[in-house]
């Protein structure tokens, strides 16, 4: 049975330590590491709350051995950026570095570029990198790289690394399209799939509405036996981004819907 994560940025300023914390509290052994800032559909998450490509080692190291006497594992980082140039591919070489540093296995990377051919090469160029600190890229559920199942599986074909995957979102297939059964997309591409968001939601295009897991209508238990069947084995990283309008909750409120949705997986055996 799959393994359950909690990506850092469910518990929204609060940040990478409180969110350590709280997977802890929660009994969630996982943990995926924000390491850029985030301002999107209400959900503000500042630089000061996340590991930066700037954070010393000395820090680095802090935090992984605070985490291991938490018995919390910091399987994956999150942090994409602009490809369109050298500067842009060393901020994510330096996130990997980060990222190695805390024994992390996979990097989620969200890019808003065009899949032209600077962009093409300086994504193969990191999945060398992150091959040799033996990490592998998960490209984020976003357009225009991987807005659905068909776009997705052409970029994963134009890129042809053997160390580049997508990372699947259980509601991103909603939000940036209309008319689609994202379980059906899962279906099509998860031979590509190598890291997961689990995220509920209304199913709404463009609806900022993911609130705890249980409390949408995303179809999971077909998603994890999809995965199950594809031999997917990395953990589910809970991403709860909240619900538009709502404003920042206190930590509790946060930590409230991690509980809720960790409770709701276990009792329906989707995950442990």
Known sequence: MLEIGVFTNSYGPHGVRAAIEGAAKAGIK???????AHDQGGLIVSEGAVITEKTPMEEIDKLRDWMQELGVSPTS????????TD??????????????????????????????????????AIGDYAAELGIKVALETHPPLVTNADVGIATMQRIDHPNVGINFDT??????????DAAAELEKMVEYVVHVHLKDSNMGFKEWFFPAIGDGKIPFPRMIETLNKA????????EIEGIGGEGQLSFEQYHERIV???EYLRANGLAK
């Open 87 to 124: 500067e842009g591919v060393a901020v994510v070489k330096a996130r990997l570095d980060r990222a190695k540093r805390l024994g992390s296995k996979y990097f989620v990377m969200s890019v808003g570029n065009e899949l032209d051919d600077t962009v093409v090469n300086n994504i193969r």
């Open 77 to 84: 980082c999150n942090g994409g950026g602009d490809l369109t």
């Open 30 to 36: 996982h943990v995926e590491i924000a390491m850029k």
């Open 171 to 180: 509601a991103n297939m909603y939000f940036y399209n209309e008319g689609i």
């Open 231 to 238: 031999g997917y084995d990395a953990p589910l990283s809970l």
């Open 260 to 262: 809720k949705s960790a």
